[in-house]
């Protein structure tokens, strides 16, 4: 299913209303990237909870990359962004790309919109 996440740029993640995300560096071992998180509720009870997930803006989803499994995050409009494929979070918090599971928290191929051009993460390494 494709949802619609709403971006806020520079908020702390305890700060996101539902079905709002933001794109935080991160890094560990020398090794840099993007994590998305994202506010919503769980598809298999309707609590909210908050999600992480490695991107890759403007690149392909690498299986190996330096966050782990990191989804692809391309932008498909002005101020819009997509996720590719979809994310699948397991009840045991494991986050599969795609992946079918009658056992899934959330499972969903977000499109973020309200993206500004001058988000350092569109065009720059973390």
């Known amino acids: 299913m494709i949802c619609t996440l709403h971006y806020r740029s520079f908020v702390d993640v305890d700060d996101l209303a539902l079905n709002e995300c933001t794109v935080h560096a991160a890094q560990h071992d020398g090794a840099r990237w993007w994590h998305l998180w994202f506010h919503v509720a769980r598809d298999s009870d309707g609590q909210p909870d908050t999600f992480v997930v490695p991107v890759n803006p403007g690149g392909p989803f690498r299986p190996d990359g330096p966050g782990g499994k990191t989804w692809s995050l391309r932008r498909s409009g002005p101020d819009t962004w997509q996720i590719s494929p979809s994310i699948n979070v397991l009840d045991t918090r494991e ?32």
Not at 105 to 116: A, E, F, K, S
């Open 95 to 126: 986050v599969h790309p795609g992946f079918h599971s009658s056992l899934s928290l959330w499972h969903q191929t977000p499109t973020i919109v309200g993206v500004p051009g001058s988000e350092r993460w569109t065009t720059d390494v973390p």
